[in-house]
Every structure is written in structure tokens, then in C-alpha cells.
């Protein structure tokens, strides 16, 4: 009798990728009660279900009939893709099933930053007195980088709220961006009028530290900055910088270069800087969604 292929999955995720997986496959968690570590199974396994954990070279190497590594998620970031191809070793990802909720989350923070609820949940002082917050209609909104998360932005801030986007993002025709809602502007043009900023590109050699010092002090005085791609695309330090300068209003930081973010980082101590760990695509909704589409790229590859 023909062995099961065997699913490895490192971290919690959706119950119902689980029920999924189950017809097909030896289901194995590496986590809670009944968790097995990888090296237990590596000999036999035949997929990752990945969320936050990472698979590198080493690991597909000790794994002889590993065929596809399913990213809970959008990034590559956690996995040794140049190994895997070496390898055959398929990698996909699900790079529509937390659009919205990124991009729902962008806006929170944005509002978060803009109305001063990180001063106000502080409670230092008389917070009422600190606090001037600014609306979101008839402002202008610039984005770095339109991809499906951007595009989703653009049309709740369009749409809802009323602003002018501004989007910059080379790899994107100017019609794409027009007929999402967007107007295209050079990177110069764009940073000289957007009175808030929120950045989508992925984490590249050409995208580390993107928006540095001369960027930053680029924006009107007084802007808002959000990052909800990743960590490295913003230089932190000089965000700190201009930010303690009063150049900026403040920023939303979903993603940070170190994560978690240690307790004592300094961006922790300006109160006009809103930090989120990294949990922008964790809604119900979007968790169910990658979860299951991950399941449904394992099961293709496995029956």
C-alpha cells in the first residue's frame, strides 16, 4: 500500500486548511500537545504549510521528498527560494487573500496616527490639550509601490474618505493606476505633495532603505507615514530623526526591521508613532482565506 504524502505544518493556522488537507494527507502540527519537530518527519514529509516560520536550505535538504513549500501569506522572505529551485522544490504563496485586510489596516493606522490616539492611549498627562488632530478629506495620499494592497487603498481613501492619491511605482502602467483611482507621479513629486505616505514594495536590494533621510525631509511638514510592506524598506533611524525634529506628524508601523520590536527600541518612546506587530493580514477573514488557498496549493501538487 502506497504511503500518504505528509503535510508539515510549523505554526497554527486555520482549522478549516486542516479539514482540507485531512483526505488527502498525514496531517502533521509541530505545534501544541501533539506537536512533532521537524526532524521527525523530515524524512518522509512531502509539504510545508509555512506561516511565520522558516524553511531554509538545510532543512530541504534533509527532506528527500519535499515537493512544495505553501506560504501562508505574500513574502518569500522565509524561504530559501534559490534552494528550493535547485531542488524542484515548488513554493507558492497567496498573494490575494489578505489584500483588504492590509489595506484596511494601513488606513487604521493612518486615522491612529493622524487623530493622536497613540498620545491619547498613553494617558500621559493632559492628553486632550496634546491632541489636534487633522481630517483625512481633501488631503493627498501618496503610494509607493501599487499593488493589489495599494490598489485597495487608494480606493478606500479615494472612495471613503475623499483624498487625492498620488501613486509611484515603476513596474505599473500610468493606465493601471488611473483606472484604480490613482494619478502617477514621479518618486520627487510624489514625496513634494503627499501629506501622508504609506509604502507597498516588497523588501529587495533595490527597495532596502528606500525611503531614507532625504526622502523623508522631502514630504510636506507635517505628514504621516505608514509602512505595512516590510521593515527594511523605511530607514528607521532616520525616521526617528525627522520625526523627533517635528518635521513629520508621526508614523504607522506595522513592520519594523527587527521583529518583534524589542520593548526598549526608542521608536517605542515617541508617542506619535503608532506600532502594530506585524498584524496587518490577521483578521478572521484573511487568516481563514490564506490558510485555505495554501491548502488548496498543496493539495494540487500532492493528489
Do not use: C
Not at 40 to 50: G, H, K, N
Not at 72 to 83: I, K, P, S
Request: glycine share 10%.
Amino acid at each position: 500500500m502506497t504511503e500518504r504524502p505528509l503535510v508539515w505544518i510549523p505554526r497554527p493556522v486555520h482549522e478549516d486548511a486542516l479539514a482540507r488537507l485531512r483526505p488527502h494527507a498525514d496531517v502533521r502540527p509541530g505545534y501544541g500537545p501533539e506537536g512533532v519537530p521537524f526532524d521527525e518527519v523530515s524524512d518522509r514529509v512531502t509539504a510545508i504549510l509555512l506561516r511565520t516560520e522558516r524553511v531554509d536550505g538545510a532543512m530541504m535538504r534533509r527532506a528527500p521528498h519535499l515537493r512544495i513549500v505553501a506560504r501562508h501569506g505574500v513574502g518569500l522572505d522565509t524561504v530559501d527560494v534559490d534552494t528550493a529551485r535547485e531542488l524542484g522544490i515548488t513554493v507558492t504563496t497567496t498573494p490575494t487573500a489578505n489584500s483588504r485586510s492590509v489595506a484596511e489596516h494601513a488606513v487604521a493606522l493612518l486615522l491612529a496616527v493622524r487623530r493622536g490616539i497613540g498620545i491619547a492611549v498613553r494617558g500621559e498627562g493632559d492628553t486632550r490639550a496634546a491632541i489636534r488632530g487633522r481630517e483625512l478629506s481633501g488631503t493627498t495620499l501618496g503610494l509607493i509601490g501599487f499593488g493589489r494592497i495599494a490598489r485597495e487603498v487608494a480606493a478606500i481613501a479615494g472612495r471613503g474618505f475623499g483624498m487625492r492619491v498620488l501613486a509611484h511605482d515603476p513596474m505599473v502602467p500610468a493606465s493601471v493606476m488611473t483606472s484604480a483611482g490613482a494619478e502617477p507621479a514621479d518618486l520627487p513629486t510624489l514625496l513634494s505633495r503627499a501629506e501622508h505616505l504609506s509604502l507597498h514594495v516588497p523588501l529587495a536590494e533595490g527597495t532596502r532603505n528606500l525611503i531614507g533621510l532625504p526622502e523623508l525631509l522631502a514630504l510636506p511638514e507635517g505628514a504621516v507615514v505608514v509602512n505595512t510592506s516590510r521593515g527594511g524598506v523605511l530607514d528607521e533611524s532616520a525616521l526617528l530623526d525627522v520625526v523627533r525634529r517635528g518635521h513629520l506628524a508621526g508614523a504607522g508601523l506595522d513592520v519594523t526591521a527587527v521583529e518583534p520590536l524589542p520593548f526598549d527600541h526608542p521608536l517605542r518612546d515617541e508617542p506619535s508613532i503608532v506600532i502594530t506587530p506585524h498584524t496587518g493580514a490577521q483578521t478572521a477573514e484573511a487568516l481563514r482565506r490564506m490558510a485555505t488557498e495554501a491548502a488548496d496549493h498543496i493539495i494540487a501538487h500532492i493528489t
